[in-house]
């Protein structure tokens, strides 16, 4: 071939790749805009909030897990925020202030605070709901102010270990600690589902692939991959396009 051919070819070849790497990023990272748009008017607009608010205690059909706190959940399972990010939980965002929010557990187990978490508590389930025999952990995080003053339950001081709770007993405050005084994260619940290491401690959960779906637990849409726009409710999975329908955009 004459060297004009393969110029052709590698400017096509790098076409494909361009398109292919836009649609990839066009997927992960903005059909979330849908979602995320209602950041703004869940704080400002009580009767949207209401509309799409689950109830702490609730449990959606006959999922084993009960809904933690009363929010809204905007970040999914998978979700990536940012670059390279993959969100290992949930995040459910209530409207109101730090420190006003209930959080509660969402199914019974044995709760441990480590001597520097301020802001955090995990729960032990030694036999998973839905795959018998199976331990996990559920993390509960975020819950202080801005300034790393712990909303969590006196109940539950600093190197708590192993305390058995009921699924509803109140671990805290929703909150916006981030672990970093000066950048706060906004007022959220995070919560994730936590693997075991096999040796009977908890994984790091920060990383995605530590972490399970928790989709079937609250049996609603919980993965990102799968439910890239809607915000999850309960059954009615109501869609952005309908709640623009409804007429909420204005
Ligand atoms: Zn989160």
């Not at 919980?222 to 409804?246: A, I, K, S």
Request: net charge negative.
């Amino acid at each position: 071939m004459k060297p004009r051919y393969w110029l052709v070819l590698a400017g096509l070849l790098a076409l494909v790749l361009i398109i292919t790497a836009g649609v990839f990023i066009y997927n992960r990272y903005v059909p979330a805009a849908g979602r995320w748009a209602l950041f703004r008017e869940i704080h400002t607009n009580r009767t949207l909030f209401e509309q799409y608010a689950l109830e702490p205690g609730m449990h959606c059909g006959d999922a084993p897990f009960a809904f933690p706190t009363h929010g809204v959940i905007l970040g999914l399972w998978q979700q990536s925020y940012r670059f390279g990010h993959t969100h290992s939980g949930l995040d459910i965002f209530s409207g109101t202030q730090p420190g006003v929010t209930p959080v509660y557990a969402a199914y019974p187990g044995y709760l441990s605070r480590l001597e520097d978490w301020r802001s955090t508590v995990i729960i032990r389930i030694p036999s998973d709901p839905l795959q018998p025999g199976r331990q996990i952990w559920t993390y509960y995080t975020h819950l202080a102010n801005v300034d790393g003053e712990s909303f969590v339950s006196e109940d539950f001081p600093p190197g708590t270990s192993e305390v058995y709770v009921e699924a509803g007993t109140f671990l805290g405050y929703m909150g916006n600690y981030s672990g970093d005084p000066g950048a706060p994260t906004g007022l959220h619940l995070h919560f994730s589902i936590v693997k075991d290491d096999g040796q009977g401690d908890f994984l790091n959960e920060t990383r995605i692939h530590n972490t399970y779906d928790p989709s079937p637990y609250f049996n609603m849409k919980l993965d990102h991959t799968n439910n890239p726009r809607e915000v999850p409710v309960c059954e009615d999975v109501m869609t952005f396009e309908d709640w623009e329908l409804v007429g909420n955009n204005e």
